[in-house]
């Protein structure tokens, strides 16, 4: 495995329900992101942390909440989700910010009911 | 705007045959990279080719890189049904970010 891990691996949640994803990386890397997957689609970009620090939110909605309390764990809060949000969530980091190589977790498989 | 784009969409071979897989992207870029995804996990990196490389090895795994046709091929020699899985190129642009074009999947059969 890549050091990466991702918690829940499987998620089921109604619309009105708060969950958090949580991702937390054991390779000293210094910058995180999460990226969200859908069937069909090229993975998305969604947030971008960089030394703890949110570099990128790249358009997402804010029932998306990211937090980076330190540059080795990396959370994803959820709230009042719609059914289009169901996809596989993928956590990801790289030694530094910028085009290197990215090490991913397994992902988080997300349904919303 | 997206960068790379993979084709096949979908490809589908015999165990000990070669699969190749092609990438083309549209703007300058630093470097491009190839993963590979099993069903329902992460992406896991193979190889990562800079703009002022034209080819480069890695076991089974051969890449290309065509700066002037902006394209790149993906070739797996010799592969295995352990092969199976879907492969994704990445651009690493003039914004430094990596965009993962739809991918191929790849399907080899014992």
């Known amino acids: 495995e890549t050091g990466v891990t991702q918690t829940p691996r499987h998620l089921v949640m109604g619309m009105t329900n708060k969950k958090s994803l949580k991702c937390e990386q054991h390779?000293?890397?210094?910058?995180m992101y999460w990226y969200k997957q859908s069937a069909k689609k090229p993975l998305e970009l969604m947030f971008v942390?960089?030394?703890?620090?949110?570099?990128e939110n790249n358009s997402v909605p804010s029932r998306f909440s990211p937090e980076c309390p330190n540059s080795s764990h990396l959370f994803l809060h959820l709230h009042t989700l719609q059914p289009e949000d169901s996809a596989l969530y993928l956590c990801?980091?790289?030694?530094?910010?910028?085009?290197?190589?990215?090490?991913f977790g397994p992902g988080t498989r997300l349904l919303v009911l | 705007s997206q960068q790379g784009e993979e084709d096949p969409q979908a490809l589908s071979i015999q165990e000990g045959e070669n699969a190749t897989m092609n990438c083309s992207y549209k703007t300058s870029i630093n470097n491009l990279q190839w993963y590979r995804q099993n069903s329902g996990r992460g992406l896991v990196h193979l190889i990562l080719?800079?703009?002022?490389?034209r080819e480069k090895h890695s076991g089974r795994l051969r890449v290309t890189l065509d700066t002037s046709k902006k394209s790149s091929s993906l070739l797996i020699t010799a592969s295995r049904a352990a092969d199976t899985a879907s492969y994704f190129c990445a651009t690493d642009g003039v914004d430094s970010r990596l965009t993962f074009g739809e991918g191929t999947q790849l399907t080899v059969n014992p």
């Open positions: 990801a980091s790289s030694q530094d910010i910028g085009g290197e190589t990215q090490y």
């Open positions: 080719i800079r703009s002022n490389e």
């Open positions: 942390y960089n030394f703890k620090e949110q570099t």
């Open positions: 390779l000293g890397h210094n910058a």
